[in-house]
């Protein structure tokens, strides 16, 4: 212990982290979740019929639908998570990334790699694997990028010498998880393996993307940023250990309740079904840890405006979790499975939970990033607002719509029936999410006039806290 | 072991991960390792050249344009019909796929909530071991119908207005239009629509049921149809 209390003092915070990168990547993945969600309004305008811009082939719906889902993957999600690890893992480890120059590299390749993706999408050049739309000139690129980050943030994890934080657990693994699942989904059911094996592996991949890539890194920046706000440490270490070996173990077993009642080996999908009702029991403990934290500090919720964004996506994941386990038992799947259920699903988990958490992540740090307060308090609490109830509106409204097509769709009505009964569901999906629209937008003016102008703040607050003392 | 680093990268990072894969990928890899995958060219069956030959009497001038004229020679132009018939599966799929069919599209029916009824036969593993099944379309969403049951069930004239124009043919339709599939009107689809058009007529050619109409028989009052 010794050696780090001798860190703490010698170590100038701005020789760890480079705030102006830090600054860059939440920028862009900012610009990438602007055009993410402008896709998804162009998909929800088409199934209402308002869509303005038909018959443009670079703007055509289908292919924006799936910029929509990459840009939030690998645009924003990725960037801010790669911010948020620029500014964390070198905290954490009292060393600086193993290169800065190398930063700077993944950065640039990292804006081109989406934006290819992008316009590879536009052209018409998808790939067919669900969340791997990527097209396959970009795919070893895009690997290569992965294992470069790993490299990058697995030097100063490695020569850190005392035993790591929770929240290094939940990095060390997702820096070799992401290169594998890549190289998984892309590669395998493109060139090796067609069919029903294929189609377990692609649902291996949807699953392992969201499950060792954006779930670890956001409760491991959880578990990171929660006790600095709250300024106490987490509740207790026996239960994040419970769930990050569950969350390691459980996890990835589950990739085929994607693909329920195909021709994929029934022993199978039941397997991956009890692992899904598994996680569930994992996550509830780590929740309990969290909500144990924050036992004692509640106004915090009130008070503090990361904390708020934190603990509502934390409410927003124990919700899909329950849900997960209750939707993944085949009686549910005969009901809910194609519908818009699964839509409001994915949304309430991308946006809801790890969404939020890099947004409260963004409002602490930005203050400390460019050295001045927030432009606007207010603009702070529209933009959490519009954005929650937005959301929490979408997530109701698509569940109760895919509710609605499940039976229409067994009844054996016509099909357009189920379309017009899905009207009123897709309008009310359009409002929710021009409500999202606008606390984006409430963000974007926030930052804008926080950059230009707002004060400067005292040194201590714009550099921030190193760790704090572990307990 | 289980808090440090190399426990956390090795266990956790590689053996699980590991683990997953072998579990829920090799295993049905492994299974279906004695059903090889079919090339293209043995996908073209009996009904998907009836339709593709009907595209050329329909279309002549856009269909020769892209594809050319076939031989005199009558069994020369059976093996020519059906390579250009290849070409056009590989080529319409690509545009299923860069166009994003497939997240509004399923291609599997399951044996549940009356699907049979709806589309046919329940969907079978050998179906899917085929050159055109990589990476393998599922599906996860049906805005539309599913579409593994398709071909046949509408003729090619309907196809190509409805990817013109879906809603001259179903006016509640949120169908997307498809126009840079033509040159300038339903009549004239271009190679690119041909091959579309092809694409979905293949869909279930294989199967003896061909083509399969619904059972429409909607149910009313309590049953609901789930069990």
Redesign the interface.
Known sequence: MSDAVLDRETIDPDQLVNRRLVALFFLMALVFLSVAILGGLLMAL????W?PL??I?LL????W??IHTNAVAYGFLANAFLGALEWSVPRMTLRPVASRALSWFIFVAWQVIVLSTAVGIMF???????WG?TPVWIDPVAMLGLILVMINFMVP??QAKR??YVA??YF??P???PP??YA?GNF????W????????????FIH?LVG?FVTPLGWGLMYYFVPILLKKPIWSHGLS?VG??GL??FY??S??H??L?????MF?QY??VVATIAIEFVVTTVVINFFGTIWGSGRMIVTSIPVRWFYTGMVFYFITCLQCALQVTLTF???I???DW??GHAHLVMFGVFSFWLMGIMVYLFPRLIGREWYSRKLLEYHFWLSAVGLFVMFVDLGLAGVFQ??Y????????VS??GSQPF?ITRVFAGLSIVGGLLCFLYNLYRTYMGGYETSSESATGRIMPEPA | MFESKSGVFFIGGLAFFFLAFASNALVPIYMYRDLPEQPVRKLVNENLLYQFEDLHKRYQEPFEAAYGTPPEDETEAEAWYADRCAEALLRGRTIYTGEGCWHCHSQFVRPVSREEDRWGPVAEVYEYQNELQRPVLFGTRRVGPDLSREGGRRSNDWHAVHFFRPKMLIPTSPMPEYTWLYDGSPDQPNADGLALITYVQWMGSWLHSYPYYERFEPISGTDSGME
């Open positions: 088409q199934l209402v019929h869509n038909r018959g082939e055509s719906p289908g292919r639908r799936m018409g050049q998808a790939q067919g694997v669900e739309e994890i490695a035993p790591p290094l657990w060390i693994a820096f070799i998880w594998l699942t998984m395998m059911p493109q060139y393996v067609s069919g029903t094996g294929g189609g377990a592996l692609t649902g291996l392992d060792l250990l990050f070996w390691a173990f990835p077993l990739g085929i994607h693909f009642y195909t021709p994929i080996p199978l397997g991956a799947q005969k009901l499975h194609f519908t699964v839509v499940g039976f769709w067994a009844s054996l009505l016509p099909w357009d379309v017009e897709w």
